[in-house]
């Protein structure tokens, strides 16, 4: 059996993984990704970013988001749809413009209630708003924050709410924040302060984008997610993959099998932690040597197709 098989009967409700578009014309890839054992749920890895979905100020371009959800869909898969609010992959237009706050949230608004709409059926849940947490605990600035202020971040969570599905939960999704630090604090702090003023949100996604040697432990994510669990909203492992200082080893893959698999147990084990997403599953695609020179090998299947420690490990475990 597949993991997401393994997940679905562990308790989880998918073991998902992302998507890029620049991948679509590998047979062999596209075989594993929309194969809906292994994979219960999708997430366009690009396609339903700001850039992608309208380059030009009110022209909507959903084909590349489309190219994921699609087949996700024919394929009996679960969306995760990300992300509405985020301070990176924006268009040119919209930075480039000195905005007034009320131009500006009209222009957030409507974006969200195109996207929303095009995509109603597809998404289990929303990335509402991505990264806007610094890791002292303090907002980060962005477009967003010096233009609208504090509060763009509980409009968007009520503009996703009144345009999305009934059905589809909203999430707040960070990185850094599997441990309790500043950080995922006053993630939590933002939380209670919505729910408190009945600002929608249902869930919080920790993209868990981990480095052997320096993740944390089986624990410390444990009562990471306990504390949004505490709260009463969901959890969610939204991007995880674990990244080697190159060149690899025996001995690192090792390590990172271990780091996968307890990752995934801390998701099993919790209250309410409902599915974990890789933020893909092949290392040729994976985002990680781009991003952080010198690392790479973060997924669970090599370049030749081949499963990874890791892959074993978090199906035994499971
Ligand atoms: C990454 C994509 O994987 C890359 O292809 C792209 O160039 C940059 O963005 N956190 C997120 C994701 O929330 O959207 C990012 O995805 C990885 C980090």
């Known amino acids: 059996p597949g993991l997401d098989v393994l997940a679905k009967r562990a308790g989880l409700l998918y073991f998902g993984t992302a998507i890029d578009n620049v991948v679509l014309n590998n047979s062999q890839y596209i075989s594993i990704a929309h194969n809906k054992s292994e994979f219960g749920q999708v997430t366009p890895s690009n396609g339903q970013k700001w850039m992608y979905i309208e380059p030009q100020q009110g022209k909507f371009n959903y084909s590349m988001g489309d190219a994921i959800t699609k087949p996700g869909r024919e394929a009996g898969q679960m969306g995760r749809c990300h992300t509405f609010i985020w301070h990176n992959q924006l268009p040119e237009w919209l930075t480039a413009k000195n905005w007034t706050k009320p131009e500006l949230v009209k222009v957030l608004e409507n974006h969200i209630r195109h996207e929303a709409r095009h995509y109603y059926d597809s998404c289990y849940a929303w990335d509402v708003v991505n990264e806007a947490f610094n890791d002292d605990g303090t907002l980060r600035e962005t477009m967003w924050l010096n233009t609208i202020g504090k509060s763009y971040i509980e409009l968007a969570f009520k503009f ?39 600002v929608p949100i249902d869930g919080v996604g920790l993209q868990a984008h981990f480095t052997t040697g320096r993740s944390p432990s089986y624990n410390e994510t444990s009562a990471s997610i306990a504390q949004y669990n505490k709260l009463g909203v969901e959890v969610a492992l939204t991007e995880l993959d674990v990244r080697q200082a190159l060149p690899d080893s025996h001995e690192q893959q090792q390590a990172q099998a271990k780091i996968y698999a307890d990752s995934v147990k801390a998701c099993v084990d919790a209250k309410d932690c409902v599915g974990v997403t890789v933020w893909d599953f092949w290392d040729p695609v994976s985002w990680v040597p781009e991003t952080f020179p010198g690392y790479g090998d973060a997924c669970l299947w090599s370049a030749n197709f081949t499963k990874k420690p890791a892959y074993y490990a978090i199906s035994d475990m499971l």
């Not at 999305?164 to 995922?184: M, Q």
Request: aromatic letters at 16%; a positive charge; charged letters at 30%.
């Open 160 to 198: 996703a709410r009144k345009y999305t599905s009934p059905r589809t939960r909203l999430y707040y999704n960070d990185y850094g924040i599997e441990r309790v630090n500043n950080k995922s604090i006053a993630v939590a702090e933002m939380v209670k302060y919505f729910l408190k003023r009945g």
